[in-house]
């Protein structure tokens, strides 16, 4: 089973930007939906964003529009653009393909570790 590899997490003051990174060691464009979750400090892990194995973005979370854009290239990554980031983005990241279903969800799929993001006032 394919894993993805989340990467760009960081430490940034609020109102700025950072670019997560999933990628795998195999195509996922055209094989695989991608999504973003996140869980903050002691709270449940929650849904973000998420791209259609074709490349088009299928949702956002509300928290997040229109502050986050989610693509993908034609290969083996997909990316989370986040811009004007407030202290309460704060978290770890999670990246998740799924192939089986059109979209991801919590109980499917394949999962990465995680990317923490902090984003300080």
């Known amino acids: 089973q394919v894993q993805p590899v989340e990467s760009g997490g960081g430490l940034v003051q609020a109102g700025g930007s950072l670019t997560l990174s999933c990628a795998a060691s195999?195509?996922?464009?055209?094989?695989?939906?991608t999504g973003w979750f996140r869980r903050a400090p002691g709270k449940d892990r929650e849904f973000v964003a998420a791209?259609?194995?074709?490349?088009?973005?299928l949702s956002y979370a509300e928290p997040v529009k229109p502050r986050f854009t989610i693509y993908r290239n034609n290969f083996n990554t997909t990316f989370l653009q986040m811009n004007n980031l407030k202290p309460e983005d704060t978290g770890v990241y999670y990246c998740?393909?799924?192939?089986?279903?059109?979209?991801?969800?919590?109980?499917?799929?394949?999962w990465g570790q995680g990317t923490q993001v902090i984003v300080s006032s």
């Open positions: 998740v393909l799924d192939g089986y279903y059109a979209t991801v969800s919590e109980g499917s799929g394949s």
């Open positions: 195999e195509k996922t464009f055209g094989v695989y939906a």
């Open positions: 791209i259609a194995r074709s490349g088009r973005p």
